[in-house]
């Protein structure tokens, strides 16, 4: 992005949610017969037989729609997490404490709480997330922001809501199918474990009749089971010969938990009833000002915090041994209702349970420990040790990661860097091997223990998760300035070049410990600042998480009237943050936490060796496209685009690429290339513009912007003609000068700080391309959240085809700087699609006139190049345009394939 014009530039983190919310609520009955613009493509002009191309496109993406337009409507807010994260100031926290009712602790401020009355639990909503500690974006702004550790403010975010992660994470994982590890030789676990894994994680969903509003994904159907009258009654089949019934009256707020055994899997008579549950009163001091819970447990922990650390002292009152009463003589029985080994449980003051579950990040064990403790505890909150920006860990599902493992090929290494340029491709690249090097070693993913913690979180009612890590840039950047620089040097060293083969004594190992804590064990000796940066500070930065989640709980429970059993927390770490976490417990304060908080000023050492470090990975960049680049006689021009996106949760991207529901196939380069030696000028007969005049002219702009094609053609990387054609425009990146702006109500927009002549490329409008069930699935769930909608539906006609292709880009996760343009009636730029190499559109917009610098650019969200009155029924969504001209169409066009 560029930084310049810094008056009007706004950090997507300033959107008003409220202002964006009301668009969305005026109600699509009061749509006026708003109007719509439309344009027609029907003609085909490549040489190559970009007709049959477009039937393909036609094929995969098609629907049944039956008009012929092209029809683009811009739609999402960002999710909730993304929009509201902001760095905290005095002024923020009083306004946020003022508005959450906490003016005694501003860092809860990073704690919305839900949406409940103080009548009924069952309005809780059991989809928010909510995010202790986030960051802002910029690790620069930061460390300016934060001089010194004194005067530093804490980063704290804002709740997201459940949905929004839902939304991305299910974007990546409808594991329906079982993940096919055949293929892999390096694999150590049999294909078959990691079958049972995926298909456990399936069978894992609750199974759910009566009324639970919440579980509405209903899966594994023939797992229901008929409940006790009246009840609503769900169940979950933890394996072969247990089930879990939970008895779910929705005015209680957290259903009882019998464990029944099966024989085969077919209920048999509960060993547990009713007159005999153990009904264990809760002996914890709570404070005097509150009210205590009165503790119906039936759950049991096998040890305390005490067995796991000698330095650890837990709760007098810890009720570990809530079980002993209980007169099951079952064994095996018993054993399941214990909460696995790795749990240790503490109290907080208010007397709020919390079972904190120690993890490996690679280990099927832990998932396991993980499902079922929350599946026995029902908590109120799931603390993850994640930040923000380790949400991929969630998004991306085991399928996903190991198919990436497998295929980094050099395809991948050339696709990658040419779509995210340099810089940005090497380090991904970097992350994805070093993931992949260890998934390949493993045979699993990391993080499969907070994936199914969040799936299974997702399954009780009222359950939210919290993010409860630092961010881990800020760990990053503390561990960096905690290091001389010849340490820094012989990390990177380290990291870089410990690659070897991971031997089976060391995979069980990782199988068992966190691998984390292993790695940072062996450097403590060379690293010895390591250890509190990574460790010691962040269980400091746990516990105070879990203090809050746990406060949180208990204010809930309490407003709520549900004062007969304690609220639960669980918290899923890395078993050796148990101890650390266990010590701080209740004893953090905001100030302790603050300055963890911290990024220090840069050293000169640090920035020599940031700088460094950059040039290195540059050059490993370089010489990688050199290698695998081919050099054939293809003419390639590069793409110049060095925009970016402020908010560090969206990926830029400088053009389309496939995204879900759209066959990569489509992406790989299709249509031959003209022979036209030189440049495909005025009076040359080029295969690509044919017999039509050129469609640009030398300057970079549409030759006839009055009337401006329907779609064009470019030269392209299979063309004879030379790279300065005049045929390539947008295939070499955005007008110079963008910027974005505040656009008040509608939130960002983007200028132009130059003029910008009539017909000038300004943009392509690129993010990803997917189908159309996924356009509508994240379309329902941007609706239902009230946010901005991004997605683009393009139709085009082809010759003599009945219905119209649909293309849907969506830039709303991954996307270019031209996702920031707002919708007008009365627009300034006009929309083309151009196709260079495939038979993927590229959204392109040029100006429609003269346009002055720092003028907000726009077009029409109904694509076209006139505005045309009278938008047929259906044709809005409902949201209010707030364009302002004289001919404003009083809403959004909006594609009915979507809604
Ligand atoms: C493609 S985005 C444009 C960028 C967006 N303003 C942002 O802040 O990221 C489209 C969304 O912006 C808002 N928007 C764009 N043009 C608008 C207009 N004329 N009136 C009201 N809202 C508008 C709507 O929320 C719409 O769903």
Redesign the pocket.
């Known amino acids: 992005m560029d930084k310049a014009d810094e008056s009007n530039v706004i950090p997507?983190t300033s959107?008003d949610d409220e202002q964006?919310t009301s668009?969305h609520t005026i109600k699509a009955e009061n749509c006026n017969s708003p109007s719509y613009l439309a344009v027609e493509s029907t003609e085909v002009v490549n040489a190559n037989d970009a007709y049959s191309s477009a039937l393909q496109l036609e094929s995969s993406l098609n629907e049944s729609a039956n008009d012929s337009y092209v029809q683009v409507e811009?739609?999402?807010?960002?999710p909730q997490l993304e929009s509201t994260r902001i760095s905290i100031t005095d002024a923020d926290l009083s306004k946020v404490q003022s508005e959450s009712g906490d003016s005694q602790n501003p860092l809860n401020a990073g704690f919305v709480k839900p949406n409940y009355d103080n009548q009924s639990s069952s309005k809780l909503d059991p989809n928010e997330i909510s995010v202790f500690i986030e960051s802002d974006s910029d690790a620069g702004q930061l460390s300016q922001q934060l001089e010194s550790e004194d005067n530093a403010q804490p980063y704290s975010g804002i709740d997201s809501n459940m949905e929004c992660l839902n939304k991305s994470i299910s974007s990546a994982s409808e594991t329906e199918e079982s993940i096919d590890v055949a293929e892999s030789t390096n694999h150590n676990l049999p294909a078959s474990s990691l079958d049972v894994l995926v298909e456990d994680l399936n069978d894992s969903v609750l199974s759910v009749s009566g009324n639970q509003e919440l579980n509405q994904h209903v899966e594994a159907e023939d797992s229901i089971l008929p409940g006790p009258e009246g009840d609503s009654f769900a169940e979950v089949l933890m394996d072969s010969s247990i089930v879990l019934q939970l008895n779910q009256d929705p005015t209680k707020g957290v259903p009882e938990c019998n464990v029944l055994p099966t024989e085969n899997g077919v209920l048999k008579e509960s060993v547990l009833p009713e007159d005999k549950e153990p009904n264990i009163v809760n002996e914890v001091a709570v404070s005097k000002s509150q009210e205590p819970f009165n503790a119906e447990k039936s759950i049991s922990v096998n040890h305390t915090v005490e067995e796991q650390s000698d330095n650890v002292k837990i709760d007098d009152h810890d009720d570990a041994h809530l079980n002993d009463e209980t007169t099951n003589s079952d064994p095996e029985v018993e054993q399941l209702m214990k909460l696995p080994d790795t749990v240790s449980q503490l109290t907080s003051k208010d007397g709020v349970k919390v079972y904190l579950v120690g993890t490996a990040h690679f280990s099927l064990e832990s998932q396991e420990d993980v499902a079922k403790t929350i599946l026995m505890t029902r908590p109120r909150v799931v603390v993850v040790e994640l930040c923000v920006s380790r949400l991929n860990i969630l998004r991306y599902d085991e399928k996903t990661i190991l198919e990436e493992a497998k295929n980094l090929n050099m395809d991948k290494v050339r696709s990658t860097i040419k779509q995210y340029g340099a810089v940005q491709g090497a380090l991904y690249l970097l992350f994805l091997s070093t993931s992949a090097h260890l998934t390949r070693q493993l045979g699993m993913a990391p993080g499969g223990e907070f994936r199914r913690a969040y799936h299974e979180g997702r399954n009780v009612q009222g359950c939210r998760i919290h993010l409860g890590d630092r961010p881990i840039h800020v760990t990053l950047h503390r561990a960096l300035a905690a290091l001389s620089l010849w340490q820094k040097a012989k990390l990177v060293w380290h990291l870089l070049l410990n690659r070897g083969p991971i031997s089976a004594e060391e995979v069980e190992r990782c199988k068992q410990k966190d691998l984390l804590e292993e790695m940072l064990e062996e450097m403590t000796g060379e690293f010895p600042p390591l250890s509190r940066v990574f460790v010691q500070e962040r269980d400091l930065c746990l516990a105070h998480s879990l203090q809050l989640a746990a406060a949180d709980a208990a204010s809930e429970a309490r407003s709520n009237s549900q004062l007969n059993e304690p609220p639960t927390v669980v918290g899923v770490v890395g078993i050796g943050h148990i101890a650390g976490i266990s010590r701080y417990f209740e004893k953090v304060s905001e100030s302790d936490v603050r300055k963890v908080m911290s990024i220090p000023p840069q050293t000169m050492a640090s920035r020599i060796f940031v700088v460094s470090f950059k040039f290195s990975v540059l050059g490993l960049a370089c010489y990688g496209c050199y290698k695998v680049i081919p050099k054939a006689m293809e003419v390639e021009v590069e793409i110049r685009d060095d925009y970016e996106h402020e908010d560090v949760d969206l990926l830029y991207t400088p053009v389309n690429i496939p995204g879900r529901g759209v066959d990569d196939v489509m992406f790989v380069e299709q249509f031959e290339g003209c022979a036209c030696s030189g440049s495909c000028g005025v009076g040359v007969y080029c295969g690509c513009v044919r017999n039509r005049m050129p469609f640009y002219y030398s300057g970079g702009g549409l030759t006839d912007s009055d009337n401006p094609p329907d779609l064009i053609y470019e030269c392209h990387v299979h063309c004879q003609c030379e790279a300065e054609c005049s045929n390539r425009l947008v295939q070499k990146g955005p007008h110079a000068g963008l910027a974005l702006i505040d656009?008040g109500?509608?939130?960002?927009?983007l200028h132009c700080k130059v003029d910008l002549l009539k017909g000038a490329f300004v943009c392509e409008y690129a993010g990803e391309v997917i189908g159309a069930e996924e356009a509508r699935r994240r379309y329902a769930i941007q609706k239902k959240m009230g946010h901005?909608?991004?997605i683009f539906a393009l139709r085009e006609h082809f010759g003599k085809a009945n219905s119209p292709t649909l293309t849907y880009i969506d830039?709303s996760y991954i996307g270019n700087i031209g996702?920031?343009?707002?919708?007008?009636c009365d627009p300034n730029l006009l929309i083309v699609p151009v196709r260079t190499d495939t038979v993927i559109p590229k959204l392109c917009l040029f100006a429609r006139r003269d346009i002055s610098a720092l003028t907000e650019l726009?077009f029409d969200?109904g694509g076209g190049v006139e505005p045309i009155q009278g938008v047929p029924d259906g044709w809005s969504d409902g949201?209010?345009?707030?364009?302002m001209t004289s001919i404003c169409r009083h809403f959004?066009p909006f594609d009915y394939s979507l809604g």
């Open positions: 997507v959107l964006q668009q811009g739609l999402l807010k960002l656009a109500a509608k939130g960002i927009g901005r909608n991004y830039p996702r920031y343009i707002n919708h007008s726009t969200y949201t209010a345009c707030l364009c959004l």
